[in-house]
């Protein structure tokens, strides 16, 4: 799968661009603020319906006009071409995928699977647990075909038992849910657990070869302890439960600790070794989903040469050339990326939202 053309009309500062990448390896350079990181985030916008700088979709409408629109041609594994577009204004939103409206975020990140590396991604370690469960969950949506279902199932149970607990309703009446949820439950869990053991041997590579000296251990916290049946706990924690207003136990609580060398990865490592660290974690889901799915993802990596210093920008190009996906990756000058290792690649250069081919 990749991205063969993207029109760009008023997506943030690229006010015009149409964008015709390579199926190997982009390399888009220019200065600060030229459009590089926006170009990346029209590609990701594409795919998740949501930017990974800003919530807010007012950011990414260009200030001169009042609608973005983003018209992309892919390339499908089966040797078809199917057009995407996106029209969105500040109350409305339209989504075609091969001339049909599309309803769902999922249908959409299911045909145009992407993953972004960039410099705000250290918080998947720093932030809190919303941040590892996304990561996991993209993961598992990508190989388990019902997970989307499943959690929307759990996700409408858990905000009507929530509301209930909320309202103090009586005891029955708020276990009116309880079957539902436990039922998702397990196998939310399940399916998540099976997604860290398949992703773990890509990850210990990956990081046997970064983290030398170090024990990096990753361990998926369920949501409730493994001793507990989740039945018996949503009886036994009823009375807190409406006590706090919410549920307390269930893979809305899910974990993903990273400890190196016995400590949190939050605190006991340094800025550099987590956006090293997050980087390997977003590599690892990337080769996951490749070798699993037989199809392959987009990976886009923002200011790569700022990230990472001379040695791992080396050791990740040397990754990344073996991985045969579609890649974006943007520089302030092209000599800080060497792309000696790929065949196909192209170069581009932004200035002032203005984008052009360099040959
Ligand atoms: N909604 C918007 N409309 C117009 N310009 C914008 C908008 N949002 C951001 N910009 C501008 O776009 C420029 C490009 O930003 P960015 O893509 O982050 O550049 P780079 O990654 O090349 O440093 C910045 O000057 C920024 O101020
Ligand atoms: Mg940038």
Known sequence: MHLMRLQIQYFR??????????????????????????????????SHLR???????????????????LVAKIHTNSHHQIPLGILRSRNKLEVRANHQPVKRVADIAALFPVIAIHPDSYKLITGGPSYRRQYLDWGVFHVEHNFFAIWQRYKKALQQRNAALKSKQNNEYCALWDHELVDMAVRIDQMRDGYMNAL????????????????VELSYKRGWSEESDLKVLFKSELYRDRMRGFTQYGPHRAELLIRVDGQ????????GQQKTLVALLRLAQAQHFTESTGRSCILLYDDLAAELDARHRREILAVLVKMKIQLFLTAIEAEQIDLSGWETKKMFHVEQGQLKDLI
């Open 13 to 46: 500062n690229l006010a015009k661009v149409d964008f015709e990448p390579v199926a190997g390896v982009n390399l888009i350079t220019g200065l600060n603020a030229s459009g590089k990181t926006s170009l990346l985030e029209a590609i990701y916008y594409l």
């Open 51 to 69: 930017s990974f700088r800003t919530h807010q979709i007012t950011d990414l409408i260009n200030r001169q006009a009042t609608q973005l629109q």
């Open 200 to 215: 773990y041997p890509y990850l210990q590579a990956l990081i046997q070869r970064f983290f030398k000296d170090q024990d």
């Open 264 to 271: 949190s990865a939050q605190t006991g490592i340094s800025r």
